[in-house]
Structure formats: C-alpha cells, structure tokens
C-alpha cells in the first residue's frame, strides 16, 4: 500500500519559513520523481517544484529563488523548504510520486500565510 504523508504545514507570517515533508512508503522511492503541488481556495491545484530520481529540479516561477525541493533516499523523504513566504502561498500543499504511468498523492498540509 502507497502513502505518502506530509507534515511541517501551519502558520506562518510574511516573510518566514516553513519546511514542509513527504515520507513516503510502498514505493520504490529512488526512483521516482517526486513534486510538491500546491491548491489554493478557489484555484485549480498547481506545480510548485520536483525533483527526478537523478535530482534535477524544476520550480513554479512563483517561488523560483524563495522555495527549494530536496530528497534524502536513505529515508524516503523529499522536502520543500520555503522562504520568505508571501500571502499567496497559502494553500493546501500536496506531495506526488510519479514513475511511468504511476501517480500518487499524499492528503496534503496546509500552509497559510499570515499576519
């Protein structure tokens, strides 16, 4: 059975930081690309940042510069470190695992942002 499970969610002011984590099982971790996405109320669900299996990252032009993607396969986990955080990353942040035709999802944390 996959889960991946995500925690680090909760308040924050403008300009802080937070780290979020996925840990995840039931999965070949290594192997997999695994992202961070991100929902806000009312918005569709978008891609914040990946990381391959071989650790090349892409991000949202959002948070390129205040958001890095990190994963340690010694403990099946991937990060998303968030700085300088601004209102409109409050959202619902939800990790993924993808390989091949595969995808996962975790049930997300939430992030708000605010004074």
């Known amino acids: 059975q996959v889960q991946l499970v995500e925690s680090g969610g909760g308040l924050v002011q403008p300009g802080g930081s937070l780290r979020l984590s996925c840990a995840a099982s039931?999965?070949?971790?290594?192997?997999?690309?695994m992202g961070w996405y991100r929902q806000a109320p009312g918005k569709q669900r978008e891609l914040v940042a990946a990381?391959?299996?071989?650790?090349?990252?892409n991000y949202a032009d959002s948070v390129k510069g205040r958001f890095t993607i990190s994963r340690d396969n010694a403990k099946n986990t991937v990060y998303l470190q968030m700085n300088s955080q601004k209102p409109e990353d409050t959202a619902v942040y939800y990790c993924?695992?993808?390989?091949?035709?595969?995808?996962?999802w975790g049930k997300g944390t939430l992030v708000t942002v605010s004074s």
């Open positions: 993924n695992a993808h390989f091949s035709i595969m995808d996962y």
């Open positions: 039931g999965i070949i971790f290594r192997i997999n690309t």
């Open positions: 990381i391959t299996s071989g650790g090349s990252t």
